[in-house]
């Protein structure tokens, strides 16, 4: 005490010294609060932007992507920014006067010009990707699906983005990217996958499998249990540092416009009466005449042509759900296996496994018929549905819903029991595991597709490591640095005031 006493009276100046220190302390704490306060500001982020354009065999769709630029290599961060429905049909349907098929996407591109800022124009990439529609043309007659991807290219090129190309996508690349599309939505590979230190988890995590149903082709698409035999239906990925071997498979001519044709030419009989057809797959009342030119025109129908004397057939309907499955079986071929087990045409697939995301056209014809609700209800209910929806006649089913096309309207009653009949019989799903898909048409904002997964892949925006990060957050380091700094300080001062000696300043010591 006595010794602390003198000290004070041998430096009357200490005083000074703690009023100084406590207004430094003062005026630290001051810009400590400031800065947290300024740097938690949004600052205005630079976006970048991208361009994909889905050419289906029924129609195009424009796709408008948005991501901050400093995030690039984060997954999740890009998100649809802008969707445009082309008007009129899918470009395959211009084979006869393809100068049309590029003028078909003006409305959509003009629409792009002014949705992206002008200024980032040029450096935004535009992709177009043909599906299954175009992959039959070019099987049909190779110089008209030339002519009309040149013709698309041509009007993409006559804008100011960046133009990366148009070209059709094989069945594997639509089936990978759908994949990655929903997977990249759900965050499913930002789950346990940063780096920390030598701790890296490189099990894959839990992943979505994707159903894509087309007009023409259809996928499936899944990381399966067992190891994959095939090596033309493995993917093998490595993305954010998790490796992941993925089953896929693209049907063509399995999409629901193809299939309908098919099982309409499959169920047509030589001696048909009066050339007509009864039809289960539609409503009762419903009548419709096909073209057998028409019909047989496709790769897919090709083979089943038959020596009609007619050249038109009179669907008439007859409404009945289970018979209409039946004649939806017979398109399916279950012999011919050479793998231990498969879906059907003799193609592998192993053992359905995990959840599944149903999208495109499974999510329109589903969500039509109120069966996207999975948790209430199961394949029985589902088949149960179809049968009081297929068995109303076509004059109630118009009048219930008059704003609904007619195309698809007319259509559902064999949608429904084709989708059924699909995973069912074609994919092996069951009564257990009917609950394990879910009909979807967006994840967040963001429409499920390929397309976004083909933008993904082609900018390099998902790395095969983890993105390497400190191991505290910033905030955690900032407030770390600011504790022990005011601990040190105040240290130093006790240190002042009761030893007299400036603990922290060594070079005092050294005088
Ligand atoms: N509202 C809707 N109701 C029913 N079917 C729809 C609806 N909108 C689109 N479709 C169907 O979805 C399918 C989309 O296929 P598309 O992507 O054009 O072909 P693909 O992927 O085989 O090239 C088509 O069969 C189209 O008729
Ligand atoms: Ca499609």
Redesign the pocket.
């Known amino acids: 005490m006595d010794t602390k006493r003198d000290m004070q009276q041998k430096n009357p100046w200490h005083r000074k010294l703690i009023v100084i220190l406590t207004i430094l302390f003062i005026v630290g704490i001051i810009v400590i609060v400031s800065t947290a306060i300024i740097q938690n500001k949004p600052l205005p982020q630079k976006m970048k932007y991208g361009i994909v354009l889905?050419?289906?065999?029924?129609?195009?769709?424009l796709y408008i992507y948005k991501w901050p630029a400093e995030k690039e290599n984060d997954t999740g961060v890009v998100q649809q920014h802008h969707a445009c429905n082309v008007k009129g049909p899918?470009i395959s349907s211009y084979s006869a006067k393809t100068d049309n098929a590029g003028k078909s996407l003006s409305e959509c591109m003009d629409l792009a010009k002014t949705s992206i800022p002008d200024v980032r124009h040029s450096e935004t990439p535009v992709y177009l990707g043909?599906?299954?529609?175009?992959?039959l043309l070019r099987e049909q007659d190779d110089m008209a699906s030339e002519n009309v991807l040149t013709s698309v290219a041509n009007t993409l090129r006559s804008y100011p983005f960046k133009y990366e190309g148009a070209r059709i996508i094989t069945g594997q690349e639509?089936g990978a990217y759908g994949w990655i599309t929903v997977n990249y939505l759900q965050g499913n590979f930002q789950k346990n996958s940063r780096f920390f230190g030598p701790f890296q988890d490189t099990q894959a995590s839990v992943t979505l499998g994707a159903l894509?149903?087309?007009?023409?082709?259809?996928q499936i698409t899944f990381v399966p249990q067992e190891e994959i035999e095939s090596e033309e239906n493995s993917l093998h990925f490595r993305l954010y540092g998790k490796d992941y071997n993925v089953y896929t498979h693209s049907f063509l001519c399995y999409?629901?416009?193809?299939a309908l044709n098919l099982t309409v030419a499959i169920n047509l009989k030589i001696d048909e009466p009066d050339n007509v057809q009864e039809n289960p797959c539609f409503h009762v009342g419903y009548s419709k005449t096909i073209s057998l030119k028409n019909l047989y025109k496709s790769p897919c129908t090709a083979k089943q042509k038959k020596n009609l004397r007619m050249d038109s057939v009179v669907l008439n309907g007859t409404g009945n759900a289970s018979k209409c499955r039946e004649n939806v079986l017979k398109i399916f071929n279950f012999s011919d296996c050479t793998s231990s087990s498969c879906s059907f045409n003799g193609i592998y697939q192993p053992h359905i496994y995990g959840s599944f995301g149903a999208f495109?056209?499974y999510y329109?014809?589903m969500?039509?018929l109120n069966l996207t609700t999975h948790h209430e209800t199961s394949l029985a209910k589902v088949k149960e549905k179809m049968e009081y929806f297929c068995s109303t006649p076509w004059a109630s089913v118009k009048q219930r819903f008059p704003t609904?096309?007619e195309?698809?309207l007319s259509?559902?009653c064999f949608?429904g029991n084709y989708i059924i009949t699909l995973l069912e019989n074609g994919y092996s799903f069951t009564e257990d595991n009917w609950n394990t898909i879910t009909f979807i048409k967006k994840i967040g904002n963001s429409d499920a597709?390929w397309t976004l997964g083909y933008m993904l892949n082609l900018t390099n925006m998902i790395p095969a490591e983890a993105p390497s990060s400190p191991p505290l957050p910033y905030g955690g380091y900032v407030a770390i640095m600011v504790i022990f700094s005011l601990l040190l300080l105040a240290l130093c001062t006790i240190g002042y005031i009761f030893f007299g000696k400036p603990a922290c300043n060594s070079q005092k010591h050294i005088i």
């Open positions: 889905d050419a289906g065999s029924s129609h195009t769709s899918g043909a599906t299954a529609g175009m992959r639509e894509d149903l087309g007009g023409a082709s259809t999409g629901k416009d193809q495109s056209a329109f014809v969500q039509f609904v096309k195309k698809y259509e559902y949608s597709g």
